[in-house]
């Protein structure tokens, strides 16, 4: 019965920066990654980044590649989004996502917060 809840989002105009955080309820035991996907109208979804639980191997989308950067705080289980630069290719809504195993699968979700970038 593990929750993850996403916040940070909201409406920025292009060129702006928007910070997303994911905290994970109701598991004692720890997740060996996590990620974020992202999707917007009309698309799938798409994995935007991604980290392991050592922090030593981080993925990232080309399309956000020098721009978001994934971080977390494990003794919090808190997952976090730095978003930066921008543009209405961004918009979407984003989620959090984690894999206790890192089998690629990301079984466990949140609800998702909606990020919009204004032209």
């Known amino acids: 019965q593990v929750q993850l809840v996403e916040t940070g989002g909201g409406s920025v105009q292009t060129g702006g920066s928007l910070s997303l955080s994911c905290v994970v309820y109701g598991s004692t035991s720890n997740y060996d990654c996590m990620a974020w996907f992202r999707q917007a109208a009309g698309k799938g979804r798409e994995r935007v980044a991604s980290i392991d639980r050592g922090g030593l191997s981080t993925y990232y989308a080309a399309s956000v590649k020098g721009r978001f950067t994934i971080s977390q705080d494990n003794a919090r289980n808190t997952l976090y989004l730095q978003m930066n630069s921008l543009g209405p290719e961004d918009s979407a809504m984003y989620f959090c996502?984690?894999?206790?195993?890192?089998?690629?699968?990301?079984?466990?979700w949140g609800q998702g917060t909606q990020v919009t970038v204004s032209s």
């Open positions: 996502a984690a894999d206790r195993r890192c089998t690629g699968r990301y079984p466990d």
